[in-house]
């Protein structure tokens, strides 16, 4: 089971490294030179997506065919309340990527609309981002976390993906974001916490 777990660590991890190579800025300028500023424009944001969803299907198999053993199950009435935080985990990176363009976020403004995807956009520090910078990421962990049965390859993907996501993607997100929007995404870090809300009234 060790050796199963060990497996699922290491794709996370190239699965993790190729993404945020993907997403590193010094790809993006190489990728732009070689397509052409009018096609990197379009269609990358879309090509990074459905790579992203493509190469993980590799690790959805591995977590299906490693042999493994499980670690605990909660008692069903318990199941009715991680159940439910899980579907407000969803409903809660829904609604993030609703908040920041759900079309822009997939890259299908990008594609269908390039014009209107050029066009400056604002910061979103409203609605769930008033909370935390990354409302996603936070989502999304609470989905992973907060599953009622819990195995040795699922906490390997699980303490993998947490990894990535805020080691990894956070960071790069934000070194995009304080580039892109300077002092005013300063304040904002100032403000809000990255992933984990503070207790007590909204601040800003």
């Not at 459905?50 to 670690?71: E, N, T």
């Not at 906490?155 to 005013?184: D, P, Q, R, S």
């Amino acid at each position: 089971m060790i050796s199963s777990a060990l497996w699922i660590l290491a794709a996370m991890a190239a699965y993790g490294g190729m993404h945020s190579l993907l997403a590193s800025h010094g790809f993006k300028r190489k990728m732009e030179g070689w397509l052409g500023s009018r096609r990197y424009q379009r269609g990358y944001r879309l090509f990074f997506n459905v790579f992203a969803a493509l190469s993980f299907v590799p690790m959805l198999f591995l977590l299906a065919w490693l042999p493994d053993q499980p670690l605990y199950t909660l008692p069903f009435p318990l199941w009715i309340l991680t159940g439910a935080l899980q579907l407000a985990g969803v409903a809660g990176m829904a609604l993030a990527v609703q908040q920041t363009g759900a079309a822009n976020f997939l890259g299908l403004e990008q594609w269908f609309s390039p014009q209107r995807a050029a066009q400056p956009h604002t910061m979103t520090t409203g609605g769930l981002y008033a909370y935390v910078r990354h409302p996603i990421y936070t989502c999304a962990l609470i989905v992973l976390w907060l599953t009622p049965i819990l195995t040795v390859n699922l906490l390997a993907f699980n303490l993998g993906a947490t990894l990535y996501m805020t080691l990894g993607a956070a960071w790069f997100e934000e070194k995009k974001l304080a580039a892109e929007f300077g002092e005013a995404y300063a304040a904002y870090q100032k403000r809000v916490p990255m992933l984990l809300p503070r207790l007590g009234r909204r601040r800003g």
